[in-house]
């Protein structure tokens, strides 16, 4: 098991049949029989600003998508903890509390404090998070490349390490990139 990334742009709501509840069993009927570029969004219950510009229910794309792995859930935890120690110099649970205490709009907050295994973050976050890994690549790997260098005081990555962490950083950027057109990314 581990975590599966889609991003999608361009995502248009879809008309559910009338009187139909959403998430009832005949709504799960009707979902099942639609085509593979619908996707029904939800919130995230205790990270809903992710989630701004867009609305539950189901949606199609109509622009491009992609998909990549995060990796195991440990493993992208630890991807997670260098991206905030790369940009705060602090391990992960401690930049949990700054957010927590309005940290939100700091760099790539909306990816560090949100869900691990399940999730839609939305167009405006997307957005915000793609030019976070556009502006900040180059201090971000020059940070970690310190760590693989043997450089740095505590923190000290194999190459095999460095190299997950750019690739992961560079699907990280492509998905944001392309959900910023007016569509999302998907935890799953």
Known sequence: MGLDITAVSKLKPVEVPEGMELYSDEYYDWEAGQPSNVWNLR???????????????????????????AGSYSGYGQWRDWLARATYG??????????????????FSELINFADN???????????????????????????????????????????????FQSKYQDWKDSFKLASDGGAVFFH
């Open 43 to 69: 919130a995230h219950s205790h990270f809903p600003e992710q989630f701004e510009g867009l609305e539950e229910g189901p949606h199609v794309y109509m622009g491009e998508s992609m998909g990549h792995r």
């Open 90 to 107: 602090k391990h992960i649970e401690s930049v949990w509390d700054d957010i927590d205490d309005g940290g939100y709009g700091s760099p």
């Open 118 to 164: 399940e999730g839609t973050i939305g167009p405006i976050a997307s957005q915000k998070l793609y030019r976070d890994f556009v502006r900040l690549e180059d201090i971000i790997m020059d940070e970690v490349d310190s760590w693989y260098l043997k450089q740095h005081p505590t923190n000290t990555i194999s190459r095999e390490d460095f190299e997950w």
